[in-house]
């Protein structure tokens, strides 16, 4: 573990705060923030504000104006990147500047960095302090999806529902507007703008054809579109389709699909993708796959019991958001939150990491971690 002092704990939860900025505008990037620090001095700070723009240290260097940062310490969220992308290296312009100390909150899990950065700056006499702490932690909850998509390839999945105090999603006739408060409907529009995609199945498609945008103020990004249907029974008049290309649409189909239905969606500016596997939780993992390789980083899902049911069972949910409205629907073919085959015994139920709550108007939204890469 860095032996960190006071001041370097707080110059790097700085840095974190920076890189919250670029929430819903740098993806498929992670989100980094930094600061230039001399003599106990803030000269410069900055955080990577768009995809394809200048990384976090070189705004904060250019933030610095005319100060002299040579000698100085640089604090930074995330290992500066030492190969060359859409921008230089970062590690090249740290060293130009004549910084002599790196503070890094957490390490970057990418194959072109992986501590390699930080290799390049020591062997150039740059004395480079990792944190190992709460920090570390903080610092890498914020890019999730980054991180398991550098790690696995696949999305980040985060799991959003609105339930009864019974734990019911849905009357037993289906009705299901509106469980949660209109504060709550407003928090998730904004979980939207920050995810790379929004997921539902075909029912949910079917039964209340939705747009699926972030309609807040405020919002940088709208996400795109993923529809599980496995025949292809999307229709062509749907908002979903009518949004495409501009709001990229993936249609995930499996082998039973007829192939006029999904060169129908095609034409109209779907992109259809075949997802393989004897089972649903295989056919998702399937897709997974698929959706990362062609960049997808995170997924908000939003699809009713069955799709929330075989992610769950694919084991492809890393955070679950639960909105608990005060009210009793009753009724034992009222839907559930999750369906699939679920687990056998209680041993072997999948358990949250994290469990947070907060008062949102009248409901509760109950937030839980189940994997932090």
């Known amino acids: 573990m860095a032996l960190l002092t006071a001041a370097d704990r707080g110059h790097l939860e700085r840095a974190i705060e920076l890189a919250e900025f670029g929430l819903g505008r740098v993806h498929p990037n992670p989100m980094v923030g930094a600061l230039i620090v001399g003599d106990g001095v803030v000269l410069g700070e900055g955080w990577h504000e768009e995809h394809g723009g200048p990384h976090a240290e070189v705004n904060a260097i250019a933030a610095a104006g005319d100060a002299d940062v040579a000698g100085a310490t640089l604090y930074v969220s995330m290992e500066p990147c030492c190969h060359e992308g859409k921008t230089p290296p970062c590690t090249d312009a740290v060293l130009a500047a004549g910084i002599r100390r790196v503070v890094v909150a957490s390490d970057d899990p990418s194959s072109k960095a992986s501590g390699r950065g930080l290799g390049i700056l020591r062997d150039e006499g740059v004395t480079v302090e990792v944190a190992d702490d709460e920090i570390a932690r903080r610092a890498r909850l914020i890019n999730q999806a980054f991180r398991k998509h550098a790690r696995t390839g696949r999305p980040w999945v985060l799991f959003k529902s609105a339930m009864t105090l019974d734990g019911k ?14 504060s709550s409907r407003a928090r998730a529009h904004r979980w939207r703008a920050g995810v790379d995609a929004v997921a539902v199945g075909i029912g949910t498609a079917l ?17 795109g579109h993923v529809v599980f249907d496995a025949t292809a029974r999307l229709p062509l008049g749907s908002q979903l389709v009518a949004a495409a290309p501009a709001l990229p649409l993936t249609v995930v189909v499996s082998r039973a699909a007829r192939r006029s239905a999904t060169e129908a969606l095609e034409t109209a500016g779907a992109e259809v993708i075949v997802a393989t596997g004897g089972n649903e939780p295989a056919r998702v993992r399937s897709a997974m796959d698929q959706l990362g390789a062609a960049g997808v980083t995170s997924i908000l899902l939003e699809g009713g019991p069955r799709l929330a049911g075989a992610f769950l069972d694919a084991g492809q949910i890393d955070e679950v958001r639960l909105f608990l409205a005060p009210m ?9 939150p999750l369906e699939g085959e679920g687990v056998e015994r209680i041993s072997n139920a999948v ?23």
């Open 328 to 336: 009793l629907l009753g009724g034992k073919a009222a839907r559930d």
């Open 351 to 373: 358990r949250a990491l994290t469990l947070d709550c907060e008062r949102v108007a009248d409901d509760l939204l109950i937030s839980a971690r189940l994997h932090e890469w």
């Open 169 to 182: 999603v849905a009357t037993r006739t289906g009705d299901s507007q509106w469980i949660s408060d209109e």
């Open 207 to 223: 039964a209340d054809d939705p747009q699926l945008t972030a309609r807040v103020e405020g919002v940088h990004h709208q996400p």
